[in-house]
């Protein structure tokens, strides 16, 4: 719907962004070049890395990253080019005459060890005591290149203090190679420009305005930067040696939640190509480990349905029928902490669009700590939640001092994907042989509808298949329950249903067409907030934003590496799961309407589900003090 | 003003310091046409005074031949090269030559504006600069459409640089004036095509302009004629250090050192830094050499050393800049210019082996062939050449050579 591609790319690298004609055969919009003994024919524009991956030519790189606008900084990838007087970077260069190129003389291999080399000179510490041993493109390089010594010598002491203060990033500069990714990710990638390099020359580092701490800044905690760090320079906050403790203690019950983005994606931690679920064999996993009780995060995302839609519902009979000025429409989605925390900073004046529904994680604390520990009998005080999340942000939203509403802190720890599978490779497990088992009760399987949350789209296409139920008492009409105009990556997305038939009770909805936008990456909920702010969302019902890119599936505690085609087929593992359950509709989730009947007695958005599933928000602004 | 006068009539030289009236090289422009401008150019063989000698018509060529509906025209006077100071000569002296070469620029190429980025440590000359670009307007020089032609109208904006050496880069100085970071672009894409703002721009060097009304004037022909084959006409030399009389000459290209350095009357010479910082060091065996784009190149700087230096001393401090100046954005430049600089060190402490010298040699060549822009490809030439050509000095006479073997 929004196209803004290319104005989100830096000036300086506009020219790469060359119309390459859909045609490939089409006069004039193809040149040949000769990269070694290969000719090959590539459209304009191409880069000479683009080019020799095509086929099947490998060129080193490490500043180099498929979601991110083109850097050119580390130098790793240099190559020959016939009549140019020094070498050129691959993945800058683009092909608009026929050259030839040589990716493996002696020249290249010479400055490609050097600049390793010199990385490496820089590089604090030594890869047995760091925790991307193994998963580290330094360290790959290093290997593929051959270095067995420290030619130009070793860093022996580090030269900058790490930042622990957020609750979600750490940021160890002395593991940075100034590769910039994490700055192309701030401010391109997600445009919220926290991280920027500072000073000049030696001294050039990554900070964040006048080298506050994390915590203290704009950040927003999604943890993208963390996704693309090639190095252990930025990891999340991690609690597992809390958490183990908390194992290890006979009078602590741990129970942990797991949603369905790490499910999809904890495979890769073990080496599985991306696309296969392992929720069954995590289940098993997670008892091995010593968790007393596994429960699944989309049971209470079926109740995030039942609670939001029900605020939606209210929402719009207040504004059709009650006419009241003050109800504020469209409704935005709450889930995603990452998302809260934006609109907190840089739009707090429509704070009030936002649901007052907490997040499917952290509902699921206050109930354990209530409703669970009472039906189990078991003092609160005794249990500790762990919730596995593809987040960061995660982290720092259950530390929000507005999430003690069960009396306690509803969920003790935000666990990352990658924390997870460290948590059961130490407990000596390989996951994907581990024999499959099924989610423990009061709260058991929860619906499809639920599971889908963990891609962009998912939260909006779960709330129509109840909403439009709710409305006109039929099912959404789509095909198997499958609503397209939801699915899909595109950056921001738009549709509506029309509402008629309407069963008694939404008389008042009839003939309306119920419009909903979606956005992943706050790079989107800008444009969808700019758009609200100009007023051209006024007939816009519902709005859904995930502050990541591809939504959960691609959140920043997921498995490194990540880009979109592995985002795609994280998505593909989860609609494919999806399309298998018995019971793919929140309100037909049978332990949520459990939970209504014996619990939370005066339904949704009721008293009692106002005290523990609902929350509100804080006037951030942009100001750092 | 009488002051410049006797100033301006203390210099003289073939080219630039030659005889000029205000405003006679727009005039001749303006009746000669692009094409014909661009032919003289081209028949000058006017090659970039900034150092890296780039022909000039075919930038303008380049740029011109772009159907972009703007495009812009930068003086680049960000003159930062240690011992250069001959662009502050031109702003101060000859400020008619510079802007009328960037009018001259804007009319070949289609730009209606032209900005000159001043190194930050010039503010002073700001005022000046901003009096003269007033006095062009008063004479139609400047502005809605030039000299009465209705088809070309140009402005020119001053705009401070913040005193980073390596904004003297094109594309760095672009990014300055575009408000980011002094931070070398990748090229391609060439500023021609992606310049200032993503549109053509054409950066040239002060003295490259300069040089420009001279040559619509009298014709690429008569330009020629001073220089060689492959350096045609003359250059304006910062000539510093050890001599009786430093200052700013223009000599034709092709003079050799050792009649430059009888021109600026040094005795006991036993070295010539040509090219600044990130030029090479020449020994007094080397001092046949011509300045020229074939032979010894150099943006105009040159430093000379007598007998009483310590080359060592020399080189660390070159590196010593290397390492402050540098972007730090890439891995050669930024790593690399710090480890050349700790051999320099541990050359004083006597403390290295001859491996690990060459080691870094082999470092500062793909320093040269792998760095971004120019700063980080040239600033290892000192280190190589100063190393290579007063080896004896530095490792043998002084006793440093104990290690050798």
Known sequence: MVKRENERIPVSQQAHVVDKPKDLTNIGGTVSVQINEKKITVPLGTTILEACQLNQIHIPTLCHHPDLCIAGVCRVCVVEVEKMRTLQTACSFPIMSPIKIKTSTEMVRKARRHIIDLLLSEHYGECYSCFRNGNCELQNLAKEYGVDNYTFGHVQSPRYEVDNSSAAVVRDMNKCVLCKRCVRTCIDFQEVGVLEAIDRGHDTHVGTFLDKPLADVVCINCGQCINRCPTAALRANDPSDEIWTAIDDPKKHVVIQTAPSPRAAIGEEFGQEPGKSFTGELNTALRRIGFDRVFDTNFTADLTIMEEGTELLTRLKKALVDKDQSVKLPQFTSCSPGWVKYIEHFYPEYLDYLSTAKSPQQMFGALIKTFYAKEENIDPADIVTVALMPCAAKKFECNRPEMYDSGFKDVDYGLTTREMAKMIREAGIYLPEMPKSQFDDPFGDASGAGLIFGATGGVMEAALRTAYELITGREVPFENLIIEPCRGFEGVKQASVKLENCVEQYKFLEGVELKFVVAHGTANAKIVMEMLKNGELNDVHFVEVMACPGGCLGGGGQPIPTSAEIRKKRAEAIYEEEATLPIRKSHENTHVTYLYEKFLTDGPCGKLSHKLLHTHYVKRGKYIS | ?405
Not at chain 2, 52 to 72: C, H, Q
Not at chain 2, 129 to 136: G, R
Not at chain 2, 269 to 280: C, L, N
Not at chain 2, 357 to 363: A, M, S, V
Request: aromatic content about 10%; proline content about 4%.
């Open chain 2, 1 to 405: 003003m009488e002051l410049e006068k006797i100033k301006k009539k203390m210099r003289s030289g073939p080219v630039l310091f030659s005889e000029y009236k205000l405003g006679e090289g727009v005039k001749k422009a303006l009746q000669l046409g692009r094409e014909n401008i661009l032919f003289e150019l081209k028949d000058s063989g006017l090659k970039g005074r900034g150092g890296a000698g780039f022909p000039t018509a075919t930038k303008w060529m380049l740029s011109g031949a772009s159907l972009s509906d703007k495009k812009f025209i930068v003086c680049n006077a960000d003159e930062g090269e240690p011992g250069t100071f001959k662009d502050r000569v031109l702003l101060l002296e000859y400020p008619e030559l510079v802007f009328e070469g960037m009018i001259i620029g804007g009319y070949t190429i289609g730009a209606k504006e032209g900005i000159l980025y001043l190194r930050g440590e010039y503010e002073y000359i700001l005022k000046s600069l901003e009096d003269f670009l007033e006095m062009l307007r008063k004479d139609k020089l400047l502005g809605n459409n030039i000299l009465g032609n209705e088809n070309f109208s140009f402005n020119i904006t001053i705009r401070l640089g913040s005193g980073a050496y390596v904004c003297g880069e094109e594309t760095a100085l672009i990014e300055s004036l575009e408000g980011y970071r002094g931070e070398p672009r990748n090229r391609p894409p060439y500023p021609v095509n992606t310049g200032y703002l993503g549109h053509p721009t054409v950066v040239n060097n002060v003295e490259t302009l300069a040089s420009v009304p001279h040559i619509i004037l009298k014709g690429g022909e008569w330009f020629k004629k001073h220089g060689t084959d492959k350096s045609t006409g003359s250059k304006l030399f910062s000539v510093s250090g050890d001599c009786d009389k430093p200052g700013v000459y223009e000599l034709p290209w092709g003079t050799s050192i050792a009649e430059l350095l009888k021109v600026v009357e040094a005795k006991n010479t036993k070295a010539v830094q040509v090219g600044g910082a990130s030029g090479i060091c020449l020994p007094k065996s080397q001092f046949n050499r011509v300045l020229g784009y074939e032979d010894a190149a150099t943006g105009g700087s040159i430093i000379v050393f007598n007998e009483s230096r310590n080359m060592l001393k020399v080189l660390k401090n070159f590196m010593e800049f290397f390492v402050e100046e540098s972007c730090g954005q890439c891995t050669p430049c930024r790593i690399g210019n710090i480890k050349l600089l700790e051999a320099i060190e541990k050359i004083e402490n006597n403390d290295f082996t001859f491996s690990y010298i060459n080691n870094l040699k082999e470092l500062g060549r793909t320093m040269q062939l792998a760095s971004k822009c120019g700063l980080g490809q040239s600033s290892p030439n000192s280190f190589i050449s100063i190393l290579e050509n007063f080896k004896d000095e530095i490792f043998g006479l002084n006793g440093k050579g104990k290690n050798n073997g």
